[in-house]
């Protein structure tokens, strides 16, 4: 995960105008600056962010964000052909590693999912291909001014949610989707003002 940053600007860190939910805090302005919003067509990695975003529910991202290495580690890397024949034995291993969300139902989900995404991955070619149909294979690029304006969810992350959901996913919601589509550059929704949503835009 973490693709490199297009266009990097000369503009330095201090005087770059962001999205103001980053905040200050190194981790989440490095995420910011260098991940939210890059379009990802990689198929595990799309299946990371969905589970992640799915134990975000209830949390703040930003807890989630600061053991993202862990999960990878007590994850097997997010590859979803071993999560997908993680046992009862694994799930009981996992409810007492700390450096995770200790979550039942949503670990659980998160094997279900694998499980899911392998036959999506079967039947459309690639998890990328499915995902990026919802918005006709391109980003949805908007143009807010303010955090007010940000949708909580809209008509194409509540049809992904849909669909997903009958495909046997869960924690897959249409507030959910809808952020997992902010991350992986289905939609730019960065703020006008801020730097990356120039250097996010499709080249005319």
Request: glycine content about 8%.
């Amino acid at each position: 995960m973490g693709p490199a940053v297009a266009g990097q600007s000369v503009v330095t860190a201090a005087a770059r105008n962001r999205c103001p939910w980053c905040g200050d805090d190194p981790t989440y302005v490095a995420y910011h600056d260098h991940e939210w919003g890059v379009p990802e067509h990689d198929d595990c990695a799309l299946f990371e962010k969905l589970v992640l975003d799915g134990f975000q529910a209830g949390l703040s991202w930003i807890i989630v964000l600061r053991k993202r290495d862990n999960f990878r580690r007590a994850f097997d890397g997010f590859a979803p052909e071993k999560i997908a024949r993680w046992n009862k034995r694994k799930v009981e291993s996992l409810m007492k590693d700390a450096g995770i969300v200790r979550n039942r139902a949503k670990i659980e989900a998160t094997i279900g999912n694998a499980r899911s995404f392998l036959a999506v991955r079967e039947q459309h070619g690639g998890f990328d291909r499915y995902l990026w149909g919802f918005t006709d294979g391109g980003t949805i690029v908007n143009r807010w001014r303010s955090m007010k304006e940000l949708p909580a969810e809209t008509k194409e992350s509540r049809a992904m949610s849909k669909d997903l959901q009958q495909r046997g996913f869960r924690f897959v919601g249409p507030t959910i989707c809808y952020a997992f589509m902010q991350a992986v550059g289905m939609v730019n929704d960065h703020l006008i003002d801020c730097f990356r949503h120039r250097e996010l835009a499709p080249k005319r």
